[in-house]
């Protein structure tokens, strides 16, 4: 088993080792994708070359040192160098590496607009107020012009050096809107616009190079013969600029939300496993689009927001609460400023019969399953109401209405039951006209309207409920306004505010039971109606207290108190 341990040991460590590299950087905070050459795999185009591809300019200077683009005779001593690209991408920094003697005067330039329109980034001359009429920074600090990298000296392998964010500006958060208009562009122009000429120097070598005085010549970018350029090693001076190496540091736009990089049509190989730099982000954080712009369709529940690149933060996407029913959601700022800045999405097109902002409840038409989750995709069952007994209040092709939640039908005069299936007590007829009421002091036969003696049911009829009745649209605030006609009933979820009659107040349950009742109950009142002789009342019973000689199990159930509107009042009156 000793012998064993050092193997394990590796073993361990090298599984560390791979979670290290399989771990994405993204994971818990901003991120960014690797920074690259963006001239590297795309077209440099410029006014005039000598003998060799412009493309040369990009090639890595450590694997290729001797090779080097060359322009021609250009007329006036003028030429271009555009680096065009296919969409926003952040530039950090660029640094040349002439072969020829750095230019005199020459402008870096940037466009936002592919090329409508150019912004000029830096200016290089050896006299900014003669060349520019723009003041120097080497004697006032962020000017536009320097004349830092203008000299003529070294003959060959000077540096010009060009950085987006210079060091005297402070710039925390790289995805903040200020950075990225310091950043961003879609072209590149370099203005190669007055060369200059080597000052006269005796010769070093057989080979006829020239050494300056004052510097020795970069043994990097020392002219050496190449297989891929057919050139001398000196430069001519019929060419008035050549450049070793153009480096265009930057990176693709992700805004804290990507850490690689795809071709625009989507294939390819990943930004970290080839050389060009490619532009479409491969986004997390639940964020979508090219540049990471937009949050995924799901995730629209608040603003979008940039990563913070300096607190790491990464502001993901949040997704939109609609039950398993919807595919996408958007974003409204009514409803965000309405739940004071903690929820704004509004889901699109819910399915499985449901509606509202959140999918959260049933079309018209259709009721809640008591027996199914919200997220169910059979939380929502089809209204069924018995076409004698209710009313048909829909005339677009709905089939019946009833209360999205307690599936409560719209019932004729005199009829009764969830689905409007039956004469009240008291009433008798049941037919397309409803239920007519009886002509009798207590009840009579449902069906012929013969008058029936009986008190069996007297105290089930009677039976007290304690409390007062909800104004339930305070328990359902997003349940569609539909009132019952004046007509049918006097209903308790729509007329609590026009209450003529007070009711006794009893103090505690005990109290009630003291009170020689026949049915003691403690239940939620889910709806109350007046049918004129008898009231209807759907409670769903949670606890018994008392019962009579009928039995009266817990669940819902459809009580048969006195009518209230008999005696004057306006609203449900249960308490004795």
């Not at 809640?368 to 829909?394: N, Y």
């Amino acid at each position: 088993m000793t012998r064993l341990r050092p193997r394990v040991r590796v073993a361990v460590l090298f599984l560390g080792f791979l979670h290290g590299v399989t771990a994405s950087r993204c994971a818990g905070r901003a991120c960014s994708p690797a920074v690259g050459n963006l001239a590297s795999g795309r077209t440099l185009h410029t006014q005039t070359s000598c003998c060799s591809n412009s493309s040369l300019m990009a090639d890595d200077p450590f694997l290729h040192p001797g090779t080097w683009w060359e322009s021609g005779a250009a007329a006036a001593g003028e030429d271009e160098i555009r680096l065009d690209l296919e969409d926003r991408f952040c530039l950090t920094h660029v640094v040349m590496v002439f072969r020829s003697p750095r230019p005199a005067a020459m402008t870096l330039e940037r466009s936002w607009d592919f090329g409508r329109t150019w912004e000029m980034l830096k200016a290089f001359a050896e006299n900014c107020s003669s060349a520019f009429g723009l003041p120097d920074d080497v004697s006032q600090q962020e000017a536009l012009c320097t004349s830092r990298y203008s000299r003529s000296i070294p003959c060959t392998g000077g540096e010009v050096i060009f950085r987006s964010i210079s060091q005297g500006r402070r710039m925390d958060d790289p995805y903040s809107p200020e950075a990225l208009s310091i950043l961003t562009l879609t072209n590149l122009r370099i203005r190669l616009l007055r060369p200059h000429r080597c000052p006269a120097a005796p010769l070093s070598s057989s080979r006829g190079q020239r050494n300056t005085p004052h510097q020795a010549p970069n043994p990097r970018f020392s002219p050496r013969a190449s297989r891929r350029s057919p050139h001398n090693s000196t430069h001519t001076d019929s060419s008035p600029y050549a450049i070793f190496s153009l480096l265009a540091r930057g990176t693709c736009l992700c805004h804290g939300h990507a850490e690689q990089c795809l071709p625009q049509g989507g294939q390819g190989r990943l930004q970290s496993g080839g050389v060009q730099v490619h532009g479409r982000c491969v986004c997390t954080h639940h964020t979508a689009g090219v540049h990471c712009e937009t949050c995924a369709p799901l995730y629209n529940d608040r603003p979008w927001r940039a990563g913070n690149g300096s607190s790491g933060e990464p502001n993901p996407c949040q997704k939109c609460e609609c039950h398993g029913h919807a595919q996408s959601c958007h974003f409204s700022q009514r409803v965000w400023s309405s739940t004071g800045g903690t929820s704004g999405g509004v889901c699109d097109r819910c399915q499985h019969y449901t509606a509202g902002r959140r999918c959260q409840r049933c079309r018209p038409g259709y009721r809640r399953s008591p027996a199914r989750p919200l997220d169910s995709p059979q939380a929502c069952t089809r209204c069924w109401c018995d076409p004698v007994g209710s009313v048909p209040v829909r005339t677009d092709g709905e089939a019946a209405w009833c209360h999205p939640r307690s599936g409560q039908c719209h019932c004729k005069p005199g009829v009764g039951g969830t689905s409007c299936s039956h004469c009240l007590p008291g009433h008798w007829g049941f037919g397309l006209d409803g239920c007519r009421p009886c002509a009798c002091p207590l009840t009579c036969d449902s069906a012929t309207g013969h008058c029936l003696q009986s008190e069996t049911n007297r105290e089930f009829y009677d039976i007290p409920l304690g409390g007062k009745i909800p104004d339930l649209t305070h328990f359902h605030p997003h349940e569609e306004n539909t009132s019952w006609s004046n007509e049918l009933s006097i209903s308790a979820l729509y007329y609590t505010g026009k209450c003529s009659c007070k009711e006794r107040k009893v103090k505690s349950v005990s109290d009630l039971c003291r009170i020689k009742h026949s049915y003691v109950i403690k239940a939620r009142v889910l709806s109350a109606q007046d049918k004129g002789t008898h009231a209807v009342v759907q409670v769903k019973v949670r606890k018994v207290l008392r019962s009579g000689l009928k039995l009266l199990s817990q669940g819902t159930h459809s009580l048969y108190p006195l009518s209230w509107t008999s005696r004057g009042c306006t609203c449900p009156v249960l308490n004795p």
